[in-house]
């Protein structure tokens, strides 16, 4: 059930709030991109206070529930670089979102970690989080994150 209020009310309420962004200088690329109305947000990981919360493949070293709860970590860092990208949280409206998941060739669950991702986006952002979405199972990730995301957003007037 999507509360009521701000987008931010909707995330304390959850019992969460935006992580910091490490905008450092990285000489490959950026966070986020900013192409007319749509912004692209690089392939963000599971990171919490600098620290990656997880490694390995999901169905060998990560189970299944592990992974909803670091795609959910995921999804609330993108949120963190979406809030940047457009100036506030409750500008945010997610068009489509790219889940990445380290698993084993058999694991056939992608959809269900990245439905965790769905959810925050949905409870955080209400109408705004629906969004067209792809869940792929990779060989691996970087760093051996179990999980990845990509978005694509734009900004909504406030």
């Known amino acids: 059930m999507i509360g009521t209020g701000s987008a931010r009310d909707r995330l304390q309420a959850l019992g969460l709030e935006l992580p910091a962004l ?37 169905g060998r070293d990560v189970d299944v529930q592990t992974a909803r709860d670091l795609a959910r970590q995921t999804a609330l860092n ?4 979406a809030a940047h990208a457009v100036g506030d949280l409750d500008r ?5 979102m790219l889940v990445f998941v380290a698993s084993t060739p058999d694991l056939g669950e ?25 869940a792929i199972g990779v060989a ?11 978005m694509i957003c734009t900004a909504v007037s406030a």
Request: glycine share 10%.
């Open 140 to 150: 691996g990730l970087p760093r051996n994150s179990p999980v990845e995301i990509q």
């Open 22 to 58: 490490g905008f450092g200088a990285n000489p490959h690329f950026v966070n986020h991109r900013t192409v007319d109305s749509s912004i692209h947000i690089s392939g963000q990981l599971p990171y919490r206070d600098g620290e990656l919360q997880g490694q390995g493949i999901v």
């Open 110 to 134: 992608q959809s269900r970690v990245a439905d965790a991702a769905s959810d925050l986006l949905i409870e955080v952002l209400g109408e705004n989080g629906r969004h067209a979405r792809t």
């Open 78 to 81: 993108v949120l963190a670089v």
């Open 92 to 96: 945010v409206r997610v068009v489509q």
